[in-house]
């Protein structure tokens, strides 16, 4: 025990020999590590605020609108408006068992009065089928959503956001009050059976959905769908795409346009946003991964300057130790223990300060859409951690076994 710590101590005195240039090399080691961590937790910060916008909508879905024709096909002309109907649902619906849920959009145009009482204030209404609640991840919180009975029989029915909820029913519990209530409508009567949150903005929870039929039949819809939404189970981003071509194929055949008009069919597939994204941050990551290496290894090469310049130094004291003895293992084992307790003290110190920082913004930090949640995961630090031991070590027996193969007449000799 007495001669481990005998051997560290010579160590720390060798270190201490020139403290302004082991100071600095030390700094350059923690800062390269610093900026190694740092820029991994914004990293993940951003990638965490980027994905945070995806929380809305369920990543798995396609949303398909109408648009216009841009190619001439068997006969008509470009220009031409694609109009979506019930057929088309019930179509795509019957043709494409693969699809996990769908439901159609119809587009009330504009704000819509909404009164109970003395309560009164305009908002957006949603006329849908009962599979929206899948593709908008909507949260029931009291009551239930629209289901097919309610499309069927066309029933004066609302499923409400909670903000509505407050300002409609501010005497009672805003979940629970008001299922059962009447609200108003543009002076139509509909009965809230439920009551909602989303993940999305606060201007989610101020929308109301009502039945697709009852709306259109309301409103003089007819049986037009401005918005095919589906989701597709879990599906590969390929299947997806295979899926969304096939979709295509059967309205471009229904309508009447060439399969090769994308301006026909307006169509958004999240997964293939949500790779996008991926592929995006996979090239981020990489790129902080060599910027944060490349300034972790300037470091290196700081220790290992400091290591050939310390045995330059030492090379009397090395030649008289071999004079003495002392194998070359000894010589090679003093140097490169000075190298890895450098890399190691100086690296362990900018790891503890870059994930202070981090947690420091994880703590502080105010909510944005920039950077939310930065973190930095234990394997990457280990790993660093690792690499960084191995390459002090390495950096102080290079000039170490050169040292000691000096022999010892020569190394007396040195001036």
Do not use: C
Not at 210 to 225: K, V
Request: overall charge neutral; glycine content about 10%.
């Amino acid at each position: 025990m007495s001669l481990w710590l005998d051997r560290w101590a010579e160590v720390a005195q060798a270190l201490g020999r020139n403290r302004l240039r082991t100071g600095l090399t030390a700094l350059s080691v923690a800062w390269g590590v610093f900026m190694l961590v740092a820029l991994l937790g914004l990293g993940s910060g951003i990638a965490n605020s980027i994905y945070w916008q995806y929380r809305d909508d369920a990543v798995n879905s396609i949303w398909i609108s109408p648009g216009t024709t841009s190619v001439p096909h068997k006969g008509f002309g470009v220009g031409r408006t694609i109009r979506f109907d019930d057929a088309d649902f019930d179509t795509l619906k019957r043709s494409f068992p693969e699809i996990e849920h769908i439901a159609g959009r119809y587009r009330m145009r504009g704000e819509y009065t909404v009164r109970r009482g003395p309560h009164t204030a305009a908002y957006d209404i949603r006329a849908v089928h009962p599979d929206h609640q899948h593709v908008e991840k909507t949260i029931v919180r009291a009551g239930r959503f629209l289901n097919d009975l309610d499309l069927s029989e066309r029933r004066k029915v609302t499923v409400i956001g909670l903000r509505i909820a407050e300002f409609l029913f501010p005497e009672r519990d805003p979940i629970t009050g008001p299922i059962g209530e009447q609200i108003q409508i543009n002076g139509i009567p509909y009965v809230v059976i439920g009551v909602y949150e989303d993940v999305g903005s606060e201007g989610e929870m101020r929308k109301i959905y009502l039945p697709i039929t009852t709306a259109r039949l309301a409103y003089g819809g007819g049986d037009e769908i401005h918005q095919l939404l589906m989701t597709v189970g879990d599906m590969s981003l390929a299947d997806s795409q295979t899926l969304q071509a096939d979709i295509h194929a059967e309205l471009a055949r229904r309508h009447n346009f060439a399969t090769s008009d994308r301006r026909a069919l307006r169509v958004r597939n999240r997964l293939e946003q949500f790779a996008e994204v991926q592929q995006i941050f996979t090239w981020l990551n990489g790129f902080i991964w060599l910027v944060g290496l490349g300034t972790v290894a300037a470091g290196i090469v700081g220790v290992s300057n400091i290591s050939l310049i310390s045995v330059t130094e030492r090379t009397k004291e090395i030649g008289l130790r071999k004079a003495l003895g002392a194998p070359p293992s000894s010589i090679i084992a003093q140097v490169v223990r000075e190298s890895v307790a450098l890399t190691a003290v100086s690296g362990y110190a900018g790891l503890l300060a870059g994930v202070g920082l981090i947690e420091a913004m994880r703590t502080w930090l105010p909510d944005n859409d920039y950077i939310r949640n930065p973190d930095i995961a234990l394997q990457p630090a280990l790993v660093t951690a690792g690499v960084l031991v191995l390459a002090g070590a390495i950096a102080g027996y290079i000039p170490a076994r050169r040292a000691a193969s000096v022999p010892p007449v020569v190394a007396l000799r040195d001036d």
